[in-house]
């Protein structure tokens, strides 16, 4: 992973400018900081101000492990592109896949139910119901290395079986076989006749994408981690309003010149 401010990485902004390209983020982490209760997560109103500015110039998507409903309530804007529940919502999804999810997530919530026992004494652990996925979070528990342990007992032997992803302090259930994230970018990119795209992420969700064998596709990890399949990484999330400011500069200079000559 290469830093994205070192000079291989500002060339490589340099040139998504003069290429039609899909801009693409994550919610949580990326655009949005980590927060204990994910009820709490906002978007700052300047990041909001340069996204809006972006989307603007070129299309921008918003994939994230969220509903689509929720992230709708959290922007100022409306964006090219709102894809929900990990690729499941937005784009190629049939009524018969989204209903098909929804029981799925049913019939587990049921089973965890039964199951959950001593976890009820761990106020610090809940399950975060998106219909179509399940987010079961222990960013609040106080032994977070017990509670992950715990979870990972309650969900073994769930029918069917579900899809695991590990987050920050927080487990994925995703139905097998159900969209995912890289799915969900290159339908997009599809859709739109695009052969590039640039996709900024922060955790193992975010993988799908990040090892997609597609050398079109320029990835982003907030945060340097030595596994993960992203070419370039930044150092913190605040840094992300930098790539989009950016971004926006290249792109609004590039525009001017054009309308000049």
């Not at 949005?32 to 989307?55: F, G, W």
């Not at 299309?59 to 499941?88: C, M, Q, W």
């Not at 309650?154 to 302090?169: A, D, F, T, V, W």
């Not at 992203?230 to 792109?251: D, G, N």
Request: include cysteine.
């Amino acid at each position: 992973m290469k830093y994205l401010f070192s000079e291989p990485g500002k060339n490589l902004l340099e040139s998504l400018t003069f290429t039609k390209t899909l801009y693409a983020f994550d919610f949580d982490g990326t655009l949005s900081p980590i927060v204990k209760n994910p009820e709490d997560a906002t978007i700052s109103k300047s990041i909001l101000a340069s996204l809006a500015e972006l989307s603007d110039l070129v299309p921008v998507a918003i994939i994230s492990g969220r509903s689509i409903k929720d992230l709708k309530t959290r922007l100022g804007f409306e964006p090219s592109y709102l894809i929900g529940n990990h690729g499941l919502e937005g784009l190629g999804s049939t009524k018969a896949s989204i209903e098909a999810s929804r029981e799925i997530c049913e019939n587990w919530k049921s089973q965890l139910n039964a199951r959950w026992g001593s976890l009820k004494n761990d106020s610090g652990i809940f399950v975060e119901d998106k219909m179509y996925s399940l987010a079961l979070h222990y960013r609040k528990s106080r032994n977070k290395k017990q509670a992950r342990l715990n979870l990972f007992e309650k969900i073994e032997n769930l029918e069917p079986s579900p899809r695991i992803i590990l987050g920050k302090s927080v487990m994925n259930l995703i139905p097998v076989g159900a969209p995912h994230k890289g799915v969900a970018l290159l339908e997009l990119m599809m859709v739109l006749e695009l052969r590039s795209a640039f996709y900024i992420g922060d955790d193992d969700t975010d993988e799908d994408v990040f090892s997609l064998p597609d050398e079109g596709i320029i990835t982003v990890r907030v945060g340097s981690k030595k596994t993960s399949h992203a070419k370039f990484f930044v150092k913190r999330q605040s840094e992300v309003h930098r790539i989009i400011k950016e971004l926006t500069h290249r792109l609004q200079a590039l525009a001017k010149k054009k309308k000049i000559s």
